[in-house]
Nanobody
């Protein structure tokens, strides 16, 4: 079993920054990729960023140049650094670990960008 716990969500003003963390526990050594997704009220859950086991990253066009995904293997933690936040970034943010045959999700952390 794999457990994922997100943290770092908050209320922030436009132009501000936040760093989300996703702490993993369990049998995670074989995960093929880790990612961050977000879901705004009434909308589907969308990809924000992913990072593969080899460190290759991928970003949604809407966050390129503003968000950075990274991981600390020693801490079993994946991060999402979010800069230049916009009101349209407001959503619940979820991390996942993709094992190919199964994907695990965290419970989500709320990010609200508002003045």
């Amino acid at each position: 079993q794999v457990q994922l716990v997100e943290s770092g969500g908050d209320l922030v003003q436009p132009g501000g920054s936040l760093r989300l963390s996703c702490a993993a526990s369990g049998s995670i050594w074989s995960a093929e990729a880790m990612g961050w997704y977000r879901q705004a009220p009434g909308k589907e859950r969308d990809l924000v960023a992913t990072i593969t086991r080899l460190g290759k990253t991928n970003y949604a066009d809407s966050v390129k140049g503003r968000f950075t995904i990274s991981r600390d293997i020693t801490k079993n933690t994946v991060y999402l650094q979010m800069n230049s936040l916009k009101p349209e970034d407001t959503a619940a943010y979820y991390c996942n670990y993709d094992f190919g045959i199964k994907i695990y999700w965290g419970q989500g952390t709320q990010v609200t960008v508002s003045s």
